[in-house]
């Protein structure tokens, strides 16, 4: 299966991500902010990355934006995993370069259907 990288700040969201992801088969790596997740990514090159919007210092969207300027982790799809649910809010986060969006608190059915979409729109690297 696919090595995802989860960047997420609050343990319970962790847990539960990281616990459905290995239900289902993959290989989960995980940081808890945006400077460990940017530095995971280029070692690890994980097939996704799930990042949360609002992590403390450097926030979700700006990490985003780094991994999409940089050669070595342009092409690894990023799912905005956030709270942020009012409107303009998706669009605003696909802007600043995430190719998908995942909304908090987390559904399982749904949270593994848009991963296993995004994993066969964009096949491991």
Not at 26 to 33: E, K
Not at 42 to 51: T, W, Y
Not at 109 to 118: K, P, T, V, Y
Request: hydrophobic share 50%.
């Amino acid at each position: 299966m696919a090595k995802v990288l989860i960047v997420e700040d609050n343990p319970a969201n962790m847990k539960l991500a990281t616990f459905l992801l290995q239900s289902a088969g993959h290989t989960v790596f995980s940081a808890t902010d945006a400077e460990a997740g940017l530095t995971m990514a280029r070692g690890e090159q994980p097939d996704l990355i799930l990042m949360d919007i609002q992590l403390p210092g450097m926030d979700g969207l700006e990490a985003t934006a780094l991994l999409k300027r940089d050669d070595a982790t342009r092409d690894i799809p990023v799912i905005a995993l956030t709270a942020l649910a009012m409107k303009g809010d998706e669009e605003r986060i696909r802007a600043a370069g995430c190719d998908g969006y995942i909304a908090k608190p987390l559904a399982y059915r749904d949270f593994l259907a848009i991963i296993s979409a995004q994993l066969v729109a964009a096949p491991p690297l």
